[in-house]
């Protein structure tokens, strides 16, 4: 290869936690529209991921719901048996599905860790697990939450997990090296929590360097390059208009 080629680029089966609504639904069809074929993981949201499932057809590429609880250990190798057999070979991951809840440290009950570490770092990591041994070459990719770099405490257990996660992305990435690349994007203010609207969203973003939301075609030019950059890995990509910095 010359300097200045690029790659070949994998395409394949997609899977995607949480890949019903909001981020997760937007990922589906990005993924969708450049060439792969989708197992869309969903919870309850039976009616958003039918309609998603919908349109990734009707964009060409194929797509199977597996319907599931990620924190239970059974459905975490379950949901990567399931994409395999009825797409064929796996080869990028997105660990999408999050939990957000204004729980503080002297709030937190053992319900709240246990449910908390399972969405956030004990799915991926199984999942992680059995993509692999499953997977000749491919991806993964973690989201996160841009907070990993601070020490914002009223979401206390939701900021704990996901700089777990952080470390469990850097940890997967020496480990599952070279056949699987393993990186992961932390957003900013670019969505508005499901509970608290726009003017919550409006009153965050004034707060960083950009003084504005992002998009969320933000998060999709990101997770593009990661999936498109083959020699990238281990990388931990913010996508917060600076808020980390302030």
């Not at 797409?87 to 997105?94: A, D, H």
């Amino acid at each position: 290869m010359f300097w200045g080629e690029k790659e070949s680029t994998l395409k394949g089966v997609a899977i995607v936690t949480g890949g019903a609504k909001r981020l997760g639904r937007e990922i589906c069809l990005k993924l969708a529209q450049e060439g792969y074929d989708i197992a869309l993981h969903y919870n309850s949201s039976d009616d958003e991921a039918n309609k998603v499932k919908g349109t990734i057809e009707a964009l060409g590429q194929r797509c199977c719901l597996v319907q599931g609880n990620l924190v239970d250990p059974a459905f975490q190798s379950r949901l990567v048996r399931s994409a395999q057999d009825a797409l064929g070979e796996l080869t990028l991951l997105i660990n999408n599905a999050s939990q957000f809840d204004k729980i503080a440290f002297e709030d937190t009950t053992p319900n709240d860790f246990d449910r908390y570490f399972g969405i956030h770092v004990k799915a991926p990591f199984f999942l992680s697990q059995t993509f692999a041994t499953r997977c000749a070459q491919g991806a993964i990719v973690n989201l996160l939450d841009a907070r990993v770099e601070r020490y914002p405490t009223e979401h206390f257990i939701y900021t704990l997990t996901k700089k777990s996660l952080k470390d469990l992305t850097l940890l997967l990435a020496k480990t599952l090296a070279p056949k699987i690349r393993v990186n992961g994007i932390c957003p900013g203010p670019i969505l508005a929590p499901e509970s608290l609207g726009e003017d919550y969203l409006a009153r965050m973003a004034k707060k960083t360097p950009m003084e504005r939301p992002g998009q969320v075609g933000d998060i999709l030019s990101a997770l593009f390059y990661l999936t498109e950059s083959t020699y990238v890995n281990g990388e931990i990509l913010f996508v917060d208009g600076g808020e980390r910095l302030v």
